[in-house]
């Protein structure tokens, strides 16, 4: 009997949609399916901001989504806790020494964030470290928020929801929120929005270094002065990707990222053909969105299923649309539909949509709750 083909997994976010998805095609005599993460929870990052800001809901206690239902009971497929830190070629190896095998790989490890999003992998230091974000924003008179992109929108929506008198900044490099992606329409009305809840915006400005103790004076690229109890850095994350260094440096792009080709693919420098990447670390000129991961998912499935039988990947990924819907506290926000001649989506619909429930119910469906 040929011996089983091996799928490991790499990251538990994007990564345990495709091992859902993958699972009742595997046939137990011939595949095994691992799918490893670093901690043992999801944690959907939709939902975060709010967590950060408020106990309010305890949200956390149902946006950390436990991995142990990813599979169902009989399918193949299981689930390691454990930090890749090497990758070679048939194996994967983990801080705990461990070495798993692949035929195939898929690498899912997404993005790194900084500040109050560097939650640590132990889900009683992350509520440590959430508990003791709650308490700074609590307290904090005035906050500075550094990047004007969706999670620094979505962060000063929160704060203003929960903290009203807390003077609320954004400063921003670009004349607009957000960026080129949308329509100025769309950054206009967010900012419109944001002002109207008292959040003060300082637009095609910088603040170039963030005071390490969190709370103290800048003074910004055009000369404002700015005070501030705590400083939010929201300048966008890095690829996950430092484990990959000597696995093959010739697939990793100057930001890190990682290149595919559109079957996505790794085009790795031994000629092999049998790792696939997916999710925010993808090389790949488009947002990083949550709803991506699926569309990844959507071309990496067949193009896996096809290998695993012998035949050549041939389902290649285009970036669709760009939608968005930023929220502005739990009743505010704002959508973008390029769709037709381009669907705006007002506060109540936005609201409805998103900032009430943050897709947290959804999200616990996706993954067995
Ligand atoms: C605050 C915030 C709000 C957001 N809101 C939205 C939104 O409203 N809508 C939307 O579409 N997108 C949103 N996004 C973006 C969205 O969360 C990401 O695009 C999405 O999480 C990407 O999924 P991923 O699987 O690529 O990576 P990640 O979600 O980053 O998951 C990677 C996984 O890999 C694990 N991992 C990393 N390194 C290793 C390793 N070495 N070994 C083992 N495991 C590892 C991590 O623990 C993690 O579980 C938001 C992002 C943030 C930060």
Same mark, same amino acid.
């Given at each position: 009997?040929?011996?089983?083909?091996?799928?490991?997994?790499?990251?538990?976010?994007?990564?345990?949609?495709?091992?859902?998805?993958?699972?009742?095609?595997?046939?137990?005599?011939?595949?095994?399916?691992?799918?490893?993460?670093?901690?043992?929870?999801?944690?959907?990052?939709?939902?975060?901001?709010?967590?950060?800001?408020?106990?309010?809901?305890?949200?956390?206690?149902?946006?950390?989504?436990?991995?142990?239902?990813?599979?169902?009971?009989?399918?193949?497929?299981?689930?390691?806790?454990?930090?890749?830190?090497?990758?070679?070629?048939?194996?994967?190896?983990?801080?705990?020494?461990?070495?798993?095998?692949?035929?195939?790989?898929?690498?899912?490890?997404?993005?790194?964030?900084?500040?109050?999003?560097?939650?640590?992998?132990?889900?009683?230091?992350?509520?440590?470290?959430?508990?003791?974000?709650?308490?700074?924003?609590?307290?904090?008179?005035?906050?500075?928020?550094?990047?004007?992109?969706?999670?620094?929108?979505?962060?000063?929506?929160?704060?203003?929801?929960?903290?009203?008198? !807390?003077?609320? /900044?954004?400063?921003?490099?670009? *004349?607009? &929120? @957000?960026?080129?992606?949308?329509?100025? +329409?769309?950054? $206009?009305?967010?900012?419109?929005?944001?002002?109207?809840?008292?959040?003060?915006?300082?637009?095609?400005?910088?603040?170039?270094?963030?005071?390490?103790?969190?709370?103290?004076?800048?003074?910004?690229?055009?000369?404002?002065?700015?005070?501030?109890?705590?400083?939010?850095?929201?300048?966008?994350?890095?690829?996950?990707?430092?484990?990959?260094?000597?696995?093959?440096?010739?697939?990793?792009?100057?930001?890190?990222?990682?290149?595919?080709?559109?079957?996505?693919?790794?085009?790795?420098?031994?000629?092999?053909?049998?790792?696939?990447?997916?999710?925010?670390?993808?090389?790949?000129?488009?947002?990083?969105?949550?709803?991506? !991961?699926?569309? /990844?998912?959507?071309?990496?499935? *067949?193009? &896996? @299923?096809?290998?695993?039988?012998?035949? +050549?990947?041939? $389902?290649?990924?285009?970036?669709?649309?760009?939608?968005?819907?930023?929220?502005?506290?739990?009743?505010?926000?704002?959508?973008?539909?390029?769709?037709?001649?381009?669907?705006?989506?007002?506060?109540?619909?936005?609201?409805?949509?998103?900032?009430?429930?943050?897709?947290?119910?959804?999200?616990?469906?996706?993954?067995?709750?």
């Amino acid at each position: 009997m040929a011996p089983k083909k091996n799928i490991v997994i790499v990251g538990g976010a994007g990564g345990a949609g495709l091992a859902r998805a993958l699972s009742p095609s595997l046939d137990a005599s011939k595949h095994t399916l691992t799918l490893i993460n670093d901690r043992a929870f999801y944690i959907h990052y939709p939902a975060m901001l709010r967590v950060n800001v408020t106990s309010d809901g305890h949200l956390e206690d149902r946006a950390w989504v436990p991995l142990d239902k990813i599979f169902a009971p009989g399918k193949v497929g299981k689930v390691k806790i454990g930090t890749v830190t090497k990758v070679v070629d048939g194996a994967v190896e983990l801080e705990s020494g461990e070495t798993v095998p692949y035929d195939f790989l898929v690498l899912a490890t997404g993005s790194k964030w900084e500040g109050f999003l560097d939650y640590p992998i132990d889900r009683s230091e992350a509520v440590k470290l959430v508990n003791s974000w709650r308490q700074k924003f609590a307290n904090a008179g005035e906050v500075v928020i550094v990047g004007g992109g969706s999670v620094g929108i979505e962060t000063a929506g929160e704060i203003a929801d929960f903290y009203p008198s !807390t003077t609320v /900044h954004i400063v921003h490099a670009q *004349p607009l &929120l @957000l960026n080129d992606t949308y329509p100025a +329409k769309v950054r $206009k009305a967010i900012a419109s929005q944001l002002e109207s809840k008292g959040v003060k915006l300082h637009l095609g400005d910088l603040v170039t270094e963030i005071p390490a103790t969190e709370s103290g004076t800048v003074v910004t690229k055009k000369g404002v002065r700015l005070s501030a109890d705590l400083f939010i850095p929201a300048r966008g994350p890095r690829p996950n990707t430092a484990y990959l260094k000597s696995f093959d440096p010739t697939i990793l792009a100057e930001s890190g990222g990682v290149k595919v080709h559109p079957t996505l693919q790794v085009p790795l420098a031994n000629g092999k053909t049998n790792v696939f990447a997916l999710g925010d670390i993808i090389e790949w000129n488009e947002q990083k969105m949550l709803f991506k !991961t699926a569309a /990844h998912t959507a071309v990496i499935l *067949p193009n &896996l @299923l096809s290998a695993l039988n012998g035949g +050549k990947p041939t $389902k290649e990924y285009k970036t669709g649309a760009e939608p968005i819907i930023v929220t502005i506290g739990r009743k505010g926000g704002y959508g973008y539909l390029p769709f037709l001649w381009g669907i705006s989506l007002g506060s109540w619909v936005s609201s409805t949509m998103k900032s009430k429930g943050l897709f947290i119910d959804k999200t616990r469906e996706s993954f067995g709750y």
